[in-house]
């Protein structure tokens, strides 16, 4: 996967990996997944909740 960044974000990609102590490209997978572990969680809470029946307005009458 190729990411385009700005200089200033290459540096804070750059540095947050140092500060913990992962290569740049370990700690782009993590945080993708991360956010990807994320969305799927919402997607099923979201998809597997009850559904709450439509409140009818006014408008629709």
């Given amino acids: 996967m190729k ?3 700005t200089p200033a974000e290459h540096k804070n990609v750059r540095m947050a990996a140092a500060e913990r102590e992962m290569t740049i490209a ?3 997978r993590e945080s993708v997944l991360s956010c990807a572990g994320v969305a799927v969680e919402k997607y099923y809470q979201r998809e597997l909740s009850p559904k709450r029946p439509r409140r009818s307005s006014p408008d629709d009458e």
Wanted: glycine share 0%.
């Fill in 26 to 28: 370990d700690f782009l």
């Fill in 3 to 5: 990411l385009k960044l």
